[in-house]
């Protein structure tokens, strides 16, 4: 996927658990997981808002892009 | 989907719709079977004064084209059925219903033209005796084909929102 969500890298500096941060931001730890493991398709202004303010980081910090294919395509 | 409901009136309508096509497609079927091995010498159709013989090839064809047209019906109902589940489960806009949609608009065509084309075969094989189909005849039909082919369009705009949505965190 082009664009890679560094959640592993944020969550090991400031030495907290993909579960305390799953209860802290109210979104479910299966979530996450998909968000960390590159399978979301889009993320909510507030799911990144929550994400900001619990991991004291920009939405740069935790989104970057690198080349290559998307994932996903919008064919049906 | 309570009692009571439109959801639950439309249930009831498809699976009394599918139980009857299946019986009229198994009736058909035996009757199919039977003709095959049942002689037909000195039958004939009457139609006021005028006789038509009967022969078994045309009633075999006969047969064989309604047992064709509730088939089809079958299938149509069959989709219809599937996609009525994912109504009921809360996902209407279920991927495989544009497949479903589609099969219904295709097989709908598929029906209509070959009704359309069985009739103008008969009607000059049996001259006066079955009327000509008209193109006026279709228009009804071709008009449903052209809506079921809408909805599926709008079913496929509807799954990839779905899919959109599906995945957003």
Redesign the interface.
């Known amino acids: 996927m082009a664009i890679r969500i560094q959640l592993d890298r944020l969550l090991h500096a400031r030495r907290m658990s993909l579960a305390e941060l799953a209860d802290r931001v109210g ?1 479910t730890e299966a ?2 997981t ?2 960390k493991t590159g ?6 202004f507030s ?1 990144l808002d929550a994400l900001c303010r619990e991991l004291d980081c920009q939405p740069g910090d935790l989104v970057v892009w690198e080349p290559g294919p998307l994932t ?1 395509s ?1 064919e ?1 | 989907m309570g009692p009571g409901s439109v959801a639950s009136l439309l249930k009831i309508a498809l699976d009394v719709a599918h139980a009857l096509l299946w019986l009229m497609a198994g009736v058909l079927t035996l009757a199919f079977i039977t003709f095959v091995f049942v002689p037909l010498d000195n039958l004939t159709v009457v139609d006021g004064d005028r006789q038509l013989p009967l022969v078994r090839s045309v009633v075999l064809f006969g047969i064989g084209a309604f047992i064709a047209y509730f088939g089809a019906f079958i299938l149509i109902v069959r989709n219809l059925r599937q996609m009525f589940r994912t109504l009921t489960q809360g996902d209407p806009f279920h ?1 495989r219903n ?1 497949t479903r949609l589609r099969q219904i608009g295709l097989v709908l065509a598929t029906v209509t033209g070959g009704v359309f084309i069985v009739q103008s075969f008969v009607s000059r094989s049996a001259l006066g005796y079955v009327d000509r189909p008209s193109v006026g005849d279709l228009m009804t039909p071709l008009f449903a084909v052209l809506i079921v082919f809408v909805l599926a369009e709008v079913f ?1 705009e509807g ?2 929102l779905r ?2 949505s ?4």
């Open positions: 979104v979530n996450l998909i968000l399978g979301a398709r889009a993320v909510r799911t996903f919008d049906i | 991927p544009v496929r799954a990839r899919r959109e599906e995945l957003t965190i």
